[in-house]
């Protein structure tokens, strides 16, 4: 009674904030603009799994072809006894995956009495070996790797049907986290079902293929991971790495506990071992080897668990948990803390400033190893930006898996150390949940910036006395959560002192804008033009391109005709696309990369006559060393120095005067460029803005 309760006023708070929230987008964006933003805001979820259906194994191999690269990345290691068909069905998918990766085919024939010997030979492109005598699994795959060429080593068994582009993504878990030393696929059966997302080792030396016999597509097997092992029906490691520990350990001949062995050993050296679910691999488990473990090879997966346990003992009772914990607590491997991210949607970091920051932070969170679940209030897949989050190393959560928020919180709410809910509208409603479901966990609230702040200023502007009343509105509920929550984050120290004047008490840290500093780009002479970035959904930078087409372009023009500015932004409607007619003005619409302008212009600006926080247009500049033309606003709070760093203009004759000046002053742009690439080390690094973030990760009490 008391949950359903619960998720009625939940449900009725959501209510009363999406109606407040539709109101203040019909002022500014009127009623096509609101339609369009709400059906992006609640797009239809995905829960579709990713499986295709495996190929059909054919007992031909006359059209089968594979790659024999001069210099293969990696050397894919398939042993085989007997199954001809099987491990033709297996080459051939590996022929048809369309892997972008340079690699060779290994075949090592442990003593086939069918056709194997006779037809593989043949096959264009591949690698045969044939043992003299049978080595069993362990001794096959040792063979197969002192014949690859490849920096790395696949070992694949001969009954899988890899899926597509299955080697690229499990290459790329080394690209991505430098410190993974094993990498495993997510292992599906051929009815869909999944096999196993990683592999847990308990405390007694017994494993358990985590999540068998479930959906692949659920969100909780769809993130990369750190685990304890990955079996080897797929698994990659580098080929100097494999050789230095020496294979395979025949200490497990003929085979079974060999992948799990190896695991540790991996460890032993500081590496991780890792899970990749974009790494998808179809396995008739059982095909080659039975499923029976008390009788023919099988037999060994018993006996090699005491040899493994009696080798590992020290290991296992120190850091994996017993059978009794359950799989759940025992997948956690390398938590450090236990922390759910809300935001209004997925980000989106090559769209805008807020959802840049919001991956900075979630990338901060993992880098001190903390276990991150992610849900957007839209509760929608959103394609390729989920699944970079998924990359990323993020449980995000989509619908139907994120039906019911109330009932997801009563099932999940009790792991959690810490909360972080972004945006008041996010947070407000699901605040009282939290303290009922998630006890334990400190709330912080993540303001991205203070929105009464700009709703003021825009209304101020605006001479609107309808949007006066709406910035009062938030300015209530923005300070109500300053008070209710643990800790609230703001993104400038300007924003910091105003709160300690209107809400005194309340804990408030600056966790701003993180920014790298991007590499060297050309300098002044190999640089021209103008550029001007924002999402055109933020009212702010719709008002500033139309300020600086209406009234500062001209004022350029009148004594640089040919200065061109370059507008980007998506999302722009079509008033906004229009300007890109006017003579002098390029309009791009959304760019997905951004390069090319960033080291092709000499000056960027931000003209911006309202808003709030600290501008990711101006920190986006400034780390590529680009000096940055600025109103007060848009540098407000970002210790830049008029003249030194930056320089600020408030008026249109102001405003064009500054830009011409930094356009045509070689001396004045380098040491503006200096200063921005200074401030950037300085105030928006990701050692310095995650400072408070460490610090309260350090407080929270020991998991």
Not at 1 to 29: H, N
Not at 476 to 485: D, I, N, R, S, T
Request: hydrophobic content about 40%; overall charge neutral; glycine content about 10%.
């Amino acid at each position: 009674m008391r949950s359903g309760v619960q998720g009625l006023a939940f449900r009725l708070r959501q209510l009363r904030s999406l109606a407040g929230r539709g109101l203040v987008s019909l002022r500014v964006r009127g009623w096509a603009g609101t339609w369009k933003r709400w059906r992006q805001r609640r797009a239809a979820p995905s829960g579709e799994t990713r499986l295709v259906p495996p190929r059909s194994p054919s007992a031909s191999g006359a059209a089968l072809r594979l790659p024999r690269p001069r210099s293969p990345r990696a050397s894919i290691i398939v042993p085989v006894y007997n199954q001809l068909h099987m491990t033709l069905a297996c080459l051939r998918a590996l022929a048809d995956a369309g892997d972008a990766c340079a690699f060779e085919v290994i075949v090592v024939d442990d003593g086939s009495s069918d056709a194997t010997p006779e037809l593989l030979p043949s096959v264009p492109g591949l690698v045969f070996h044939r043992n003299r005598e049978n080595l069993g699994f362990i001794g096959a795959c040792n063979a197969g790797a002192a014949k690859a060429r490849g920096e790395f080593l696949v070992f694949l068994n001969n009954d899988t049907t890899v899926q597509p582009g299955w080697l690229d993504a499990l290459l790329a878990t080394f690209s991505r986290y430098p410190d993974t030393g094993l990498a495993g696929s997510q292992l599906v059966y051929p009815d869909g079902r999944l096999q196993e997302a990683g592999g847990i080792i308990f405390a007694d030396g017994s494993c358990w293929n985590y999540g068998r016999f479930e959906d692949p597509a659920h969100p909780r097997f769809n993130f990369v991971r750190e685990v304890d092992y990955c079996s080897g029906a797929s698994i990659a490691i580098r080929r100097e790495l494999f050789e230095s520990l020496g294979g395979f350990d025949a200490h497990y001949a003929p085979a079974y506990y060999e992948d799990t062995d190896l695991a540790m050993r991996v460890r032993q050296q500081g590496l991780k071992v890792r899970y990749q679910p974009a790494s998808v691999v179809v396995h008739h488990e059982g095909a080659t080897s039975g499923t029976d473990t008390g009788s023919g090879i099988k037999a060994y997966q018993v006996a090699n668990q005491a040899k493994f346990q009696e080798r590992w003992r020290d290991v296992l009772e120190r850091e994996h948990r017993p059978p009794s914990d359950g799989a759940e607590l025992a997948s956690e491997r390398g938590r450090r803390r236990r922390v759910l991210v809300l935001d209004a949607c997925t980000p989106t970091p090559d769209r805008d400033s807020g959802s840049l920051r919001m991956t900075a932070l979630l990338t901060l969170l993992r880098d001190q190893g903390c276990s991150v679940v992610f849900f957007p209030e839209n509760r929608a897949h959103d394609g390729r930006y989920t699944q970079a989050l998924q990359q990323l190393g993020v449980e995000a959560w989509w619908h139907p898996w994120l039906a019911d928020v109330p009932r997801w919180l009563a099932q999940h709410g009790e792991r959690f150390d810490l909360v972080i809910g972004s945006r008041h509208y996010v947070l407000g409603p699901v605040l009282p949940l939290l303290r009922a479901q998630a006890p334990r966990a400190r709330v912080v609230f993540d303001t991205v910036d203070l929105h009464f702040l700009r709703e003021q200023r825009e209304a101020e502007l605006a001479g609107d006395a309808a949007g006066l009343r709406t910035a009062a509105r938030t300015r209530k509920a923005e300070l109500a959560l300053v008070a209710q929550a643990d800790l609230t984050w703001v993104v400038s120290e300007a924003e910091r002192v105003l709160l300690a004047s209107q809400a005194p008490g309340a804990r408030v840290d600056v966790v701003s804008n993180i920014h790298d500093i991007a590499e060297p780009g050309p300098g002044f002479a190999q640089r021209e033009g103008l550029l001007f970035v924002g999402g055109f959904r933020h009212p702010p930078n719709v008002d500033a391109a139309r300020w600086l087409a209406d009234e500062i372009m001209p004022r350029i023009h009148a004594r640089h005709p040919g200065l061109e500015l370059h507008l980007v932004g998506g999302d722009a409607a079509p008033d906004v696309q229009a300007l890109g007619e006017r003579p002098g003005i390029h309009f791009h619409g959304y760019v997905p990369d951004l390069s090319p302008l960033l080291h092709g212009v000499r000056v960027s600006v931000a003209p911006l006559r309202y808003g709030a926080g600290v501008k990711g247009k101006v920190n986006q500049a400034l780390a590529h060393g680009i000096p940055v033309v600025a109103t007060t606003c848009a540098v407000e709070g970002m210790h830049l120095v008029d003249g030194q760093d930056v320089l600020v203009a408030d008026d249109a004759d102001g405003f064009a005067e500054a830009v011409l000046r930094l356009h045509d002053d070689a001396a004045l742009w380098t040491r503006l460029s200096e200063g921005g690439l200074e401030n950037t080390r300085r105030h928006f690094s990701p050692e310095v803005v995650g400072a408070p973030l460490r610090r309260l990760l350090d407080e929270l009490p020991a998991p």
